[in-house]
């Protein structure tokens, strides 16, 4: 454990709400209005965890675990990534696995969380999200493994931290289908448009909002800062791979906020994809990923 | 009886039929290509009123009911909705319905499909938007909607039954909060039944004040329909830019008579507002500038393509279902089908200014919302016309007792389609019985047919499309 490990740890978690105020206002200035104060997401989660909760009686211990849970998860998550110059907080052989099984446990408790609230809304948001993750999941490996194939390396250490002098390292084989394939990637883990909307209020449409649409208070919270960090986790990844050769972490940072404002671009400029389209939409990028893995064997 | 719009006859004029030659007459007509455009039971008496679209002809026929009749909807769709409300509003029953449950008073039993992976959803009445509430039972296998049940009534308010016996000093505050944002449309619908059984003259200034009403709450909604449409893809610019324009014309609105909504604006005998000549140049330029912005966001919205996508194949009502259920409106001119009032059964400014019939041949959602489109552009030329021509004169005429035993049906092309009232007076000339008909009522049916093997995501678009009133309906 080192103190600029810790450091990477600190800005992440204290910036991650941050990158949905910056998409916000794209929005909100796309849309011809002032929009939310940057902030709004760090009000939000003060205000909430001042509050009380209220649990329905159909719920077990397992509604209550899954904001905690997917908390935990996602910040174990963060620790296995380095930014920049800053090295992860640990890093071993094969670390990415973990971090895409922690990635896949918060989902496993978000969805029978939502199950567990009883409500054929959730349980619907809930098997959209299985299938949807079911095929978002994969192509996310498949990024991994030409990145690692490319680095020689299992470790996310390996794979993007950077060393001073030397150019060629961390970067990875084909960035440009590699990019495209992991904000693909991106997009659907964070619940984003085009593949599920976040600012709507309509349950039968929804993906992600659905299954914390019984949480409130403090577990509400909970579930606003994990998302923050778990679209902070895949931001990195992306721009990671863009900027490969950038040895600043001051540069991933402002890369982040640049793909906020890419995120807030495309919310404003295109409608949300069909429900049944989705599906193409992910295993496309899986088969970008796996064109990526080619060359990096080749 | 053959009657036009807005036309009184006496009472004893109605066509009087036995029961079985009207239950004959009215699947004959139907298939001929008339529509009930109301169906109602006063007293055991069974009064319909059949619109012959292509003549402009609204033909009254009658027959005396005892406690059963042998249910027309078997053999005439159209008749399902208005044979449910007669049951539960008289208790005379039509035998060999197919599903009496009552449309207001609370529905407790719903179709079921059973089966192995058949789920059912049930959504509202309490609903997350903003919205008026209403109840909707999807019978779904995974995302595939094989059944959608609507179930309403949450906001039945028994205003039918308050009319009775007026008309008094309550009724154009009813009429014009009987769906809110028809507030132009019903009151003119009543206005033109309290001067056909008066009788009184409008002025032509009072008839183009009201066309001009009318066009702007057509435009308002349209407008913010076009806007939550966009919203409900996710599509972000044209949502925002539709919601601020539609702020303009009820702004416009407003302007006239101090109501956004236009309370007060339409008065029986007249207009309760004048448009002065400051005014017209004011509203001229409004007109144009808020034109201005929506053409802009229409443009954004059909030119994108993963709007269309969204819009396209959704919701897809046959030419062929919407005939069957007489449907009005942008819904049925969406389906291809010619049915305006305003052109069938011009009355007012429109017997002297036609629109011309928007249509559009899909029947999807796509159709719906380009109908609304073609729509705000005709009816804000038709604004800018009356403006520029204003007829001088007064606004207001004096309006009489009503006449004694009569009957008078009016239509008016509401922004969501034709509103119909029928009126019966007593001996003393008082409303033995008012009858509504919003677009809604209608309407409803054909919203959850479109909805059959269509995605649960894409109910809330769908649901848009028609944008059917809830208070409307349920009166």
């Known amino acids: ?298 | 009886m053959r009657l036009r719009n807005a036309q009184c006859i006496s009472r004893a004029d109605i066509t009087a039929f036995p029961i079985d030659d009207f239950r004959s007459h009215i699947v004959k007509a139907v298939n001929q290509g008339a529509r009930i455009a109301a169906f109602f039971c006063h007293d055991g008496l069974l009064i319909a009123v059949l619109a012959r679209d292509e003549e402009g002809i609204l033909e009254t026929i009658s027959s005396r009911a005892n406690a059963a009749y042998a249910s027309i909807t078997p053999d005439c769709p159209q008749a399902h909705w208005f044979e449910r409300e007669i049951y539960e509003q008289s208790g005379v029953k039509p035998e060999g319905h197919p599903n009496l449950n009552p449309i207001r008073s609370g529905q407790s039993e719903f179709f079921r499909v059973d089966g192995e992976e058949v789920h059912e959803v049930a959504v509202g009445p309490v609903h997350a938007g903003i919205i008026e509430p209403g109840h909707f039972r999807f019978q779904c296998h995974g995302e595939n909607v094989l059944h959608l049940e609507i179930a309403l009534g949450y906001q039945h308010r028994g205003v039918e039954a308050a009319l009775v016996g007026g008309p008094d000093k309550r009724a154009i505050h009813l009429m014009e909060t009987l769906a809110g944002d028809t507030t132009i449309g019903h009151a003119t619908a009543y206005a033109q039944i309290i001067e056909a059984l008066s009788p009184a003259r409008l002025s032509a200034r009072a008839m183009v004040v009201r066309g001009i009403a009318l066009e702007l709450e057509r435009l308002a909604n349209h407008t913010g329909d076009l806007g939550a449409l966009a919203n409900d893809v996710g599509y972000l610019p044209t949502g925002a830019y539709c919601g601020r324009v539609r702020g303009d014309f009820l702004n416009m609105t407003a302007l006239i008579c101090g109501s956004r909504f236009g309370r007060g604006l339409v008065r029986p005998g007249g207009a309760g507002f004048d448009i002065d000549a400051s005014l017209v140049d004011e509203l001229s330029d409004r007109l144009d500038l808020a034109f201005r912005d929506l053409a802009g966001a229409a443009d954004l919205l059909w030119n994108s393509a993963s709007v269309m996508a969204r819009f396209e194949n959704v919701g897809t009502l046959s030419l062929e279902t919407a005939l069957k259920l007489g449907i009005v409106g942008p819904a049925a001119r969406a389906c291809g089908i010619e049915r305006d009032v305003r052109h069938d059964f011009a009355n007012g400014v429109f017997g002297f200014s036609q629109i011309p019939i928007s249509t559009a041949p899909s029947g999807d959602a796509f159709a719906r919302a380009f109908v609304r489109w073609l729509e705000i552009q005709r009816s804000a030329a038709f604004i800018r016309e009356q403006l520029e021509h204003l007829p001088i004169g007064s606004i207001g005429s004096q309006v009489h007792a009503l006449a004694p035993d009569s009957f008078c049906v009016s239509l008016v092309e509401g922004w969501r389609g034709e509103i119909c009232h029928a009126a019966l007076t007593d001996s003393s000339g008082r409303f033995a019985q008012y009858k509504i008909i919003d677009p809604s009522f209608h309407n409803w049916f054909a919203l959850a047919m479109a909805m059959r093997n269509q995605q649960i995501s894409d109910f809330p678009l769908c649901n848009k499309s028609f944008n059917l009133s809830y208070c409307g309906h349920d009166l």
């Open chain 1, 1 to 298: 454990m080192s103190v600029p490990s810790l450091v990477h740890m600190a800005i992440a978690m204290i910036t991650a709400p941050l990158i949905f105020g910056i998409i916000n206002r794209t929005k909100s200035l796309f849309g011809g209005r002032e929009g939310p104060p940057l902030l709004q997401q760090y009000f939000d989660i003060a205000k909430l965890l001042q509050k009380g909760t209220v649990y329905s009686r159909t719920t077990s211990w397992v509604f209550r675990a899954g904001p905690v849970i997917g908390l935990a998860c996602v910040l174990i998550a963060l620790a296995l990534l380095p930014l920049g110059p800053l090295p992860a907080l640990c890093s071993f052989p094969g670390d990415f696995i973990v971090m895409i099984g922690l990635l896949a446990v918060m989902r496993f408790f978000t969805m029978l969380a939502a199950i567990d609230a009883g409500s054929s809304f959730e349980g619907m948001g809930a098997s959209r999200e299985a299938t949807f993750s079911a095929l978002a999941e994969p192509a996310l490996f498949l990024c991994f493994a030409a990145i690692s194939q490319k680095a020689a390396s299992l470790s996310l250490s390996d794979m993007f931290l950077r060393h001073s002098g030397d150019a060629t390292h961390g970067s990875a084989p084909a960035p440009a289908l590699l990019a495209v394939a992991l904000f693909v990637v991106f997009l659907a883990e964070n619940a984003r448009i085009p593949v599920d909307d976040p600012n709507t209020h309509l349950e039968l449409t929804m993906i992600h909002e659905v299954m914390a649409l019984d949480y409130g208070g403090p577990d509400l919270a909970f579930i606003f800062y994990a998302s923050a960090l778990k679209l902070w986790i895949l931001g990195a990844l992306v721009v990671n791979v863009v900027l490969s050769g950038i040895e600043s972490a001051w540069a991933v940072l402002a890369g982040l906020f640049f793909l906020a404002i890419i995120v807030g671009a495309v919310e404003s400029t295109m409608a949300r994809l069909k429900l049944l389209r989705v599906p193409q939409l992910l295993i496309g990028a899986g088969a970008l990923a796996m064109l990526t893995l080619i060359v990096a064997m080749g």
